[in-house]
């Protein structure tokens, strides 16, 4: 007859039901960004008609909140699974995946400093890209509008970047209302308009220069975040520290973990 015992029979709880805590929030907060992102897809039609994707001239938001939905819940997938099936393929995957992803992030830290000038210019021509497609995808829309009142600025370089929107554009050509116009997020907010303008930024490109400063902001975003990151440097490095340390910690639990059930299983007598 053959009886098995362990010498230490159980592997540490507490290890184990804080990875589980750690990873159960990640894991229902992935499946409501991928919930919100299905959600906003059907709301634009394109669950109906798939090829909108790929008819799209500039950058669809949804596609960020289903790609960090997706990959959120597979790791709070592969932690709450591994904790509490003590899987060890499933906790090494999760390690490797978060070390993975914290490797990308300083790469691109990095390589954001080091070559800061081909950055800002890929950054303007993102911009002018997604200029094209305003008008085209609501998410899109309300993304440029909210960049743009968020940091008092207009387009890449200048409000005549919304030359390259077909409805803005001020060629002889346009039959567009809002020819020679600029979107209401443009347009000098005043706090104690109770109602949104959204007719504010019109015709105002085709008047002289030195009047567009009394009624939209002249300056475009990519001079306006250069200017708002140094003036938030400690803001910006703290994020980026306490995401770390996050991630440093789901490493640690999932390692520590591990090593737990890996001494556990070879203390595993037979008899």
């Given at each position: 007859?053959?009886y ?33 992102g ?28 289903l ?99 077909v409805y ?21 907010s ?82």
């Amino acid at each position: 007859m053959h009886y098995y015992r362990y010498e230490n029979a159980e592997v540490s709880c507490c290890y184990k039901y804080l990875m589980f805590s750690y990873n159960i929030i990640f894991w229902l907060a992935g499946a409501a960004f991928i919930a919100i992102g299905f959600w906003a897809w059907s709301e634009k039609g394109v669950l109906l008609d798939l090829t909108q994707v790929t008819r799209i001239h500039g950058f669809d938001p949804v596609w960020v909140v289903l790609v960090v939905g997706g990959v959120t819940f597979i790791l709070g997938f592969a932690g709450c699974v591994g904790a509490l099936r003590e899987n060890i393929c499933l906790l090494k995957f999760f390690s490797g995946l978060i070390g993975f992803i914290f490797f990308l992030e300083l790469t691109a830290a990095v390589l954001a400093f080091v070559f800061q000038d081909p950055l800002r210019d890929w950054l303007s021509d993102f911009f002018l890209n997604n200029i094209k497609g305003y008008r085209e995808d609501i998410d899109l829309q309300n993304l440029i509008d909210s960049l743009q009142r968020l940091n008092n600025c207009c387009g890449a370089q200048g409000p005549n970047d919304w030359n390259g929107n077909v409805y803005f554009n001020c060629t002889t050509e346009n039959p567009s209302r809002e020819k020679c116009g600029v979107p209401f997020s443009c347009c000098l907010s005043d706090p104690a308009d109770m109602v949104v303008n959204t007719q504010c930024g019109y015709d105002i490109r085709s008047k002289k220069e030195n009047i567009w400063s009394t009624a939209i902001y002249t300056k475009g975003c990519i001079p306006a975040l250069e200017a708002w990151l140094p003036r938030n440097i400690y803001i910006v490095a703290g994020v980026f520290i306490v995401i770390s340390l996050l991630q440093m910690l789901g490493i640690f639990l999932a390692r520590t973990l591990i090593g737990d059930i890996e001494y556990v299983r070879s203390n595993f007598i037979r008899y």
